[in-house]
């Protein structure tokens, strides 16, 4: 069992940035992966960025450039660094783990981030 805690959202302008991050607890040794998704009102949740615990981090298409995604050493604490914002950003944002072997199915209660002028 891994427990995820997301902080960090709230409302931001275009332009503007925030920073989101997740604590994980639990069995974090069994951790391969971290990552990050969204849900916008009326969207299917989807894949944001992940980092898996060699270092290799991926965005998705929408936000590379604008969003940076960094952990600890421990996989137990992440954070994404969103900067530039748009308000197709605006959704709430939610932390995954995973193993070698794909995700888990434990999600956090996620936190809201809104973008609007």
């Known amino acids: 069992q891994v427990q995820l805690v997301e902080s960090g959202g709230g409302l931001a302008q275009p332009g503007g940035s925030l920073r989101l991050s997740c604590a994980a607890s639990?069995?974090?040794?069994?951790?391969?992966?971290m990552g990050w998704y969204r849900q916008a009102p009326g969207k299917q949740r989807e894949w944001v960025a992940s980092?898996?615990?060699?270092?290799?981090?991926n965005y998705a298409d929408s936000v590379k450039g604008r969003f940076t995604f960094s952990r600890d050493n421990a996989m137990s604490t992440v954070t994404l660094q969103m900067n530039s914002l748009k308000p197709e950003d605006t959704a709430v944002y939610y932390c995954?783990?995973?193993?070698?072997?794909?995700?888990?199915?434990?999600w956090g209660q996620g936190t809201q981030v809104t973008v609007s002028a």
């Open positions: 639990g069995s974090i040794f069994s951790i391969y992966v």
């Open positions: 980092r898996t615990s060699g270092g290799s981090t």
């Open positions: 995954r783990v995973g193993g070698p072997q794909g995700w888990y199915n434990y």
